[in-house]
């Protein structure tokens, strides 16, 4: 695992679309091996309700250019789930879901949905069996929720 701090020692810089060079800072990362055979890597993002729309929509512009060369360079593996967790409810989590499909059609990369995955949280209450393998995460375009694991890798 690899914490907040000591990925912005080292920021991956990605070009978006409009060609603005920008850093992308994930919460943090996990690097999951599971029976010695299964890697599973997650770019973990926390969501607490203050992030605007127009700032969200540029935040997964970045992370589309980052899962599209620079995150690989930057952790030599392929194995990418952007794992969206939100304090702020479930109200929030579908704002969410709807701004980040929104940004991926207005890109024409709704195929990459699947590098998303979004759940409602609360802290200090979630046991680690019901976060990773009970159906409670959601993809875009996707109405029906998975396990986090499930859809990660």
Not at 6 to 35: C, E, F, M, Q, T
Not at 62 to 74: H, I, S, V
Not at 90 to 107: D, G, I, K, V
Request: proline share 5%; charged share 25%; net charge negative.
């Amino acid at each position: 695992m690899l914490h907040e701090r000591r990925l912005k020692r080292h920021p991956v810089y990605v070009i978006d679309s409009a060609g603005k060079r920008s850093a992308v800072v994930p919460d943090a990362w996990l690097d999951l091996r599971i029976d010695g055979q299964l890697r599973v890597c997650l770019v973990v993002e926390l969501d607490r309700g203050t992030e605007e729309q127009k700032r969200w929509r540029q935040k997964v512009a970045n992370l589309l250019a980052y899962a599209d060369g620079p995150y690989q360079e930057m952790f030599a593996t392929s194995s990418l789930t952007i794992t969206v967790a939100t304090t702020a409810g479930e109200n929030r989590l579908a704002e969410l879901l709807r701004w980040t499909e929104a940004e991926l059609a207005a890109n024409q990369e709704e195929s990459l949905g699947d590098l998303f995955i979004f759940a409602s949280l609360v802290p200090g209450w979630e046991e680690p069996v019901q976060v990773f393998l009970e159906p409670r995460w959601y993809q875009p375009f996707q109405r029906e929720p998975i396990a986090l694991l499930e859809g990660a890798g």
